[in-house]
């Protein structure tokens, strides 16, 4: 069955420090996506970053980078020069091919990060 | 503003009412997921569709629950006969395609009293 697992619930981090927020899944589908998403308090579903399972490059965008290492089937969210306004819950997600039901995502439970001044 | 639009962002229900959740894709995105998130949870794929159809349901529940998504129109999420455990947050994505991110709208807040 596919799931995505986040073992964090709570993060603390130093503001202007790196912080890594973990993320496994566990899929048997050959083709898969991987998706961060950050949940600010006011509630939206920010898109962060996506990794393709064929992708041999890591995924970087601006200060998120994604630490895709696929025999351990992880896919870690790093975080550079933590900001204030980091602090969200962050969702990781998958979507998988398979069949005819294509394109829905699965998220994990997520993490709450909190950015200390 | 061009994303994903959701209304109404707050709904308060009695039970036993109807709830009516819209949801207007971004332009040029033609599939539509909609996702429910209980409190302290993440997010629980519903359904997806695009234009008149109905792809994937398998997350819906069986009873109460239907989507569509017209021709012309937003896509809209109904639940009828409201109880309390339907109260969450109900998250609409759209995409280009099925192979594309997803761009998530606002959400609607569901209360039932």
């Known amino acids: 069955a596919q799931k995505i697992t986040q073992t964090q619930p709570g993060m603390f981090v130093q503001e202007k420090e790196a912080v890594t927020l973990d993320c496994t899944y566990d899929?048997?589908?050959?083709?898969?996506?991987l998706f961060w998403y950050k949940q600010p308090s006011s509630g939206e579903m920010i898109f962060l970053i996506y990794?393709?399972?064929?992708?041999?490059q890591n995924a970087t965008e601006g200060r998120y980078s994604l630490n895709f290492q696929k025999a351990r089937k992880s896919a870690n969210l790093v975080i550079s020069a933590s900001q204030l306004g980091d602090s969200a819950m962050y969702f990781c997600?998958?979507?998988?091919?398979?069949?005819?039901?294509?394109?829905?995502?699965?998220f994990g439970k997520g993490t709450k990060l909190s950015v200390k001044p | 503003n061009a994303g994903v639009m959701q209304n109404p962002r707050h709904l308060v229900r009695r039970r036993g009412q109807e709830a009516r959740l819209r949801c207007s894709p971004m332009?040029?995105?033609?599939?539509v997921y909609w996702y429910r998130q209980l409190p302290e949870e993440g997010l629980k794929f519903m359904v997806y569709?695009?234009?008149?159809?109905?792809?994937?349901e398998s997350g819906m529940p069986k009873e109460r629950f239907s989507a569509e998504f017209p021709k012309e129109g937003p896509s809209i999420l109904r639940i009828q006969q409201v109880v309390r455990g339907d109260s969450a947050a109900y998250f609409c994505?759209?995409?280009?395609?099925?192979?594309?991110?997803?761009?998530f709208g606002p959400g609607t807040r569901l209360t039932v009293t």
């Open positions: 994505a759209s995409s280009r395609g099925r192979d594309y991110e997803q761009y």
């Open positions: 899929t048997s589908d050959q083709s898969y996506g």
């Open positions: 990794q393709g399972s064929y992708d041999e």
């Open positions: 997600a998958m979507r998988v091919n398979y069949g005819g039901s294509q394109g829905n995502l699965i």
């Open positions: 332009k040029g995105h033609s599939h």
């Open positions: 569709l695009q234009k008149e159809n109905i792809i994937d």
